[in-house]
């Protein structure tokens, strides 16, 4: 389950599965008189579409989230999950991650 939240100030919030799990369940709200305002995501972090795909697998990895929304212009076009990565592309990063904690 994936929800964006889109004003005319721009992207307001996402509401995912995890949220869904730990803001209504976990704490013990009633989904059926539960805002999706109150328990969503504020403000998450964007990818835009032209950015490299690994940058939005990366920013996932860091930011500890599985979804990313893609905007541009202020609109929304899709939203990325970690899923949608290969297992090649996730070894991947993990190498290069590696790789940079040697040299610094």
Known sequence: MRCTCLSKQGLEGIFTEQDAVRRIIASGHDPAQTKLCDVMTEDPDTIGPDEPAIKGLQMME??????LPVI???HILGVISRSDYLSDERAELESERHLWERIA
Do not use: P
């Open 62 to 67: 860091d930011g500890g989230y599985r979804h």
């Open 72 to 74: 541009r212009n202020g």
